[in-house]
């Protein structure tokens, strides 16, 4: 499949597929990747995920960081795609007092948007729900990183970041990795280092850990503390885990990642480091969904929604912008669509060996 969608697989995947079909795949790990506004070109097609996930019976993974938390919490409500419709538009039309808001207001707005897409029973959902197993990924700073505002802050980022130049091992010494996990969860995939941390996931460290795991350091408020887990401060889940680096023991089942690229950069700070980035993993029992090249370089300015364009544009010609994207992200639903609804499950289907 050339267009719109780019799917990929490990042979593994593709002989389970191609035997069960998408609906009774067995799915067992949701990998959800920061990005931020990048997501809006998945937007649509989580309304389809929605669907064929609520088809399955075995408990899922649900992992992830910054706003890949956000849409996993959105799908595991009780209406999953009146939630991810509800953070679209939240997240879409987003609005600041200035062209440069403090970190303290784009916090508020962030907690704004989760409330407004969760509702009022959205965090019971999450931790209560009875086959999703919510994994919430979260930094801890320690040491020199242990700062929370200004110039103590940006010299310990800039030490991080000149540590993980030299190798990513050394970001342990910065940050370790704390998850906040569904009671039913036993083990976080992928988190062998950093000194993972798992904690249960309540009532009153649930909103506190989605805000953590998308608090960018300088644009945005840590979280001190969160109830229930060691002392923080608390930042984005994406210094660690950006795209996750799928790396350690396999998982159960099969794997499923719907992504914005077919490239996974391990961590934050990688992304100034392209000899990091996996091309196209060839993982034995991994499904990788992405937008393709062409798609992409037909969109508007030749690319997917990204937080440079808070600074590139003004409001009104970024907002314009994002509605033409997700407009674009509902062909990659219908072609999705088509995939698993139709007579060969793997038409299209890219098998990496």
Same mark, same amino acid.
């Given at each position: 499949?050339?267009?719109?969608?780019?799917?990929?697989?490990?042979?593994?995947?593709?002989?389970?597929?191609?035997?069960?079909?998408?609906?009774?795949? !067995?799915?067992? /790990?949701?990998?959800?990747?920061?990005?931020?506004?990048k997501w809006l070109i998945l937007s649509e097609l989580d309304q389809v995920l929605a669907q064929l996930l609520a088809d399955g019976v075995q408990p899922l993974t649900l992992l992830g960081s910054?706003? %890949?938390?956000?849409?996993?919490?959105?799908?595991?409500?009780?209406?999953? %795609?009146? *939630?991810?419709?509800?953070?679209?538009?939240?997240?879409?039309?987003?609005?600041?007092?200035?062209?440069?808001?403090?970190?303290?207001?784009?916090? $508020?707005?962030?907690?704004?948007? &989760?409330?407004?897409? &969760?509702?009022?029973?959205? &965090?019971?959902?999450?931790?209560?729900? !009875?086959?999703?197993?919510? #994994?919430?990924?979260?930094?801890?700073?320690?040491?020199?990183?242990?700062?929370?505002?200004?110039?103590?802050?940006?010299?310990?980022?800039?030490?991080?970041?000149?540590?993980?130049?030299?190798?990513?091992?050394?970001?342990?010494?910065?940050?370790?990795?704390?998850?906040?996990?569904?009671?039913?969860?036993? /083990?976080?995939?992928?988190?062998?280092?950093?000194?993972?941390?798992?904690?249960?996931?309540?009532?009153?460290?649930?909103?506190?850990?989605?805000?953590?795991?998308? #608090?960018?350091?300088?644009?945005?408020?840590?979280?001190?503390?969160?109830?229930?887990?060691?002392?923080?401060?608390?930042?984005?889940?994406?210094?660690?885990?950006?795209?996750?680096?799928?790396?350690?023991?396999? /998982?159960?089942?099969?794997?499923?990642?719907?992504?914005?690229?077919?490239?996974?950069?391990?961590?934050?700070?990688?992304?100034?480091?392209?000899?990091?980035?996996? !091309?196209?993993?060839?993982?034995? +029992?991994?499904?990788?969904?992405?937008?393709?090249?062409?798609?992409?370089?037909? &969109?508007?300015?030749?690319?997917?929604?990204?937080?440079?364009?808070?600074?590139?544009?003004? *409001?009104?010609?970024?907002?314009?912008?994002?509605?033409?994207?997700?407009?674009?992200?509902?062909?990659?639903?219908?072609?999705?669509?088509? @995939?698993?609804?139709?007579? +060969?499950?793997? $038409? %299209? @289907?890219?098998?990496?060996?």
């Amino acid at each position: 499949m050339q267009e719109p969608l780019s799917i990929y697989m490990g042979r593994k995947a593709a002989d389970t597929i191609g035997e069960q079909g998408w609906r009774a795949a !067995p799915f067992r /790990t949701l990998i959800g990747a920061s990005g931020g506004p990048k997501w809006l070109i998945l937007s649509e097609l989580d309304q389809v995920l929605a669907q064929l996930l609520a088809d399955g019976v075995q408990p899922l993974t649900l992992l992830g960081s910054s706003i %890949g938390t956000w849409r996993h919490a959105c799908l595991s409500t009780t209406n999953p %795609g009146a *939630a991810i419709k509800r953070l679209q538009q939240a997240y879409l039309y987003q609005a600041y007092s200035c062209a440069k808001p403090s970190p303290q207001e784009v916090s $508020r707005v962030a907690e704004s948007m &989760l409330c407004e897409a &969760l509702g009022p029973e959205g &965090l019971q959902n999450v931790i209560h729900h !009875p086959r999703f197993f919510n #994994a919430i990924i979260t930094a801890r700073a320690v040491g020199v990183a242990r700062a929370q505002h200004g110039l103590p802050l940006i010299a310990g980022m800039a030490t991080a970041t000149l540590a993980n130049t030299l190798t990513r091992r050394a970001l342990a010494k910065f940050f370790e990795r704390v998850a906040f996990c569904h009671g039913a969860l036993n /083990t976080v995939p992928f988190a062998a280092d950093f000194n993972t941390q798992k904690i249960a996931l309540t009532e009153t460290n649930l909103m506190p850990a989605l805000k953590a795991s998308g #608090a960018i350091p300088l644009l945005m408020q840590c979280e001190p503390d969160i109830d229930g887990a060691p002392p923080g401060p608390y930042w984005d889940g994406g210094i660690i885990d950006y795209h996750f680096s799928l790396e350690g023991k396999q /998982t159960e089942g099969l794997i499923l990642y719907p992504h914005f690229r077919p490239q996974l950069t391990p961590g934050w700070f990688d992304k100034m480091l392209p000899w990091r980035t996996m !091309p196209k993993p060839v993982i034995d +029992n991994l499904v990788l969904i992405c937008p393709s090249e062409r798609f992409l370089a037909a &969109l508007p300015h030749g690319k997917i929604p990204d937080r440079g364009d808070f600074r590139m544009m003004n *409001a009104e010609d970024r907002i314009a912008y994002w509605e033409v994207c997700v407009a674009e992200s509902r062909r990659l639903a219908e072609a999705f669509r088509e @995939v698993i609804n139709g007579d +060969n499950p793997l $038409r %299209g @289907v890219t098998v990496l060996e």
